[in-house]
């Protein structure tokens, strides 16, 4: 029949749902939206349409343009933001994060090709780790890469791809072709990023678990002030050595405050 697109949307939502509830699903399902797609429409309908208890799906998607889209900002549970967009534009970024924080919904910053820094084969190691830092500095609730194993042809000799940075689609690499028991292999790039998930952990533990050195964990934050922008080029070997006096200052800083933090645990009772 001539069913329209809105009408076969609901029909496969309403069976949609109905599976997740029988399966015990539902809480943990998100329903994700392509920045291009995102529109009121799109969500008017996802919100129409509820499970037993009167609840709608829970939606992800990721946007880059959330000044002139703030409605549709605030109207995603789980929103991932350019890292650009956030940098151009900090004071609306901290009150987006404060309105959606109010709403219960959670927000991260995402980073992909064009982004400088960036986190692409050719691209400095401590960009992949002042990136977090910067995440973290930002008071998201974490980071996202957009693109984790999406590899070109013969990753192992060449990362070039035809329209993106080497290395933008793939943060580990695949084992060879004819390998017997073949396994994903690690990057630079991803281990930086660990290692900037692990110390930005570490300031949130400490801030939660002694809340009188939270103006000290902010300090150490301080040190990153480098901007992120879009670019079309890598960045020079000036704003490398920029991005490496910042996270050597924030080095050095985490590790005071980390032996500040054992001294106080150490003279404690129950609680720090």
């Known amino acids: 029949g001539n069913i329209v697109p809105d009408a076969m949307w609901t029909h496969f939502l309403t069976d949609l749902i109905k599976r997740l509830e029988e399966k015990g699903w539902f809480d943990d399902a998100y329903i994700g939206i392509d920045e291009r797609g995102f529109s009121a429409a799109a969500f ?17 998607g990721a946007m880059d343009n959330f000044v002139n889209k703030w409605n549709l900002a605030l109207r995603v549970t789980d929103l991932n933001v350019g890292d650009t967009a956030a940098a151009a534009h900090p004071a609306e970024f901290a009150r987006l994060l404060a309105e959606r924080e109010a709403k219960g919904y959670r927000t991260t910053l995402y980073s992909c090709t064009e982004h400088s820094p960036g986190q692409f084969s050719l691209s400095a190691p401590v960009e992949s780790y002042w990136i977090i830092l910067n995440a973290g500095m930002m008071d998201t609730a974490g980071f996202l890469r957009w693109a984790y194993d999406a590899w070109v ?85 000036s704003a490398i050595n920029t991005l490496r006096g910042e996270t050597a200052g924030f080095k050095a800083d985490l590790n005071a405050l980390t032996e500040r933090y054992i001294a106080l645990l150490d003279g404690a009772t129950n609680d720090v």
């Open 44 to 60: 008017d309908l996802i919100e129409s349409i509820k499970n037993s208890e009167g609840e709608c799906l829970k939606t992800a």
């Open 153 to 237: 042809a013969d990753p192992l000799n060449d990362t070039t791809h035809n329209a993106f940075e080497p290395g933008d689609c793939f943060l580990v690499f695949p084992d060879e072709k004819d390998a017997e028991n073949p396994k994903a292999y690690s990057s630079v790039r991803l281990e930086r990023i660990a290692e900037g998930v692990r110390d930005v952990n570490k300031l949130m533990y400490i801030a939660k678990n002694a809340p009188a050195l939270s103006a000290q964990v902010d300090e150490v934050f301080a040190n990153i002030q480098y901007r992120l922008t879009t670019s079309h080029s890598y960045l020079s070997d």
